[in-house]
């Protein structure tokens, strides 16, 4: 079974200091893993899909890579409007459905 | 464009009634996506419809059931309602032949179960 597993579940960040999210995952052969922003009651939106170990993607402060094992969201001078909570999903070859994990949930201060 | 849409956005329903929740997907896209988000957990795979078939079912009682129409828009159908039921519910689009595999939401239904 798919299984994707995210960390820290949060994280605080004053405005302007860099860091990254982690997604660890494992899936029987790698269709894509995908990164979506959630801001509170709102659905998902997407950001990037990665499909093989070494992609990167980039977008504004945002930037994803990818291993075999997992990937990260590397977030530059962040700014308060980047706070929202950060999902990782994979989808297996040849299967409909993605797998998400429980997220991390971004705070910036000012 | 029109993004996928959902209805209603808030429903309030008794433990034991039914609930039905509607979706309609992008413009040209044919599969559609259920998932359930309760309150401080991740999302979790409900449905998926593709060209009017169920391609794909998550571990979920048969109570929760649904069905896509002609034109692909989709409805979710949650019966004999429990307390733990509760939770923003959540439609996807995808167009699963471009074989890309991201998905467009809609901003969920909140489902209140009392």
């Known amino acids: 079974e798919d299984q994707v597993t995210q960390s820290p579940e949060a994280l605080r960040l004053q405005e302007g200091e860099s860091s990254s999210l982690n997604c660890s995952y494992t899936?029987?052969?790698?269709?894509?893993l995908f990164w979506y922003r959630q801001d509170p009651g709102k659905g998902p939106e997407f950001l990037f899909t990665l499909y093989s170990a070494g992609e990167e993607k980039e977008k504004e402060r945002l930037k994803a890579t990818l291993t075999k094992k997992e990937s990260f969201l590397h977030i530059t001078a962040p700014k308060p409007e980047d706070s929202a909570t950060y999902l990782c999903?994979?989808?297996?070859?040849?299967?409909?459905?993605?797998?998400f994990g429980d997220g991390t949930t971004l705070t910036v201060k000012p | 464009e029109a993004g996928v849409t959902q209805s209603p956005t808030h429903l309030i329903k008794t433990r034991g009634q039914q609930a039905t929740l509607r979706c309609s997907p992008i413009s040209g896209h044919t599969s559609v996506y259920w998932y359930q988000q309760a309150l401080g957990l991740g999302l979790q795979f409900l449905l998926w419809?593709?060209?009017?078939?169920?391609?794909n079912r998550g571990n979920f009682p048969p109570r929760f059931s649904g069905r896509q129409f002609p034109n692909y828009s989709s409805e979710l159908n949650v019966n004999a309602l429990e307390l733990e039921d509760s939770a923003l519910y959540l439609c996807a689009s995808s167009l699963f032949s471009a074989n890309t595999g991201e998905l467009f939401f809609g901003e969920g239904s909140r489902l209140t179960v009392l």
């Open positions: 419809y593709d060209e009017g078939e169920e391609r």
């Open positions: 999903a994979v989808q297996a070859a040849n299967a409909g459905k993605s797998t």
């Open positions: 899936v029987s052969g790698l269709r894509g």
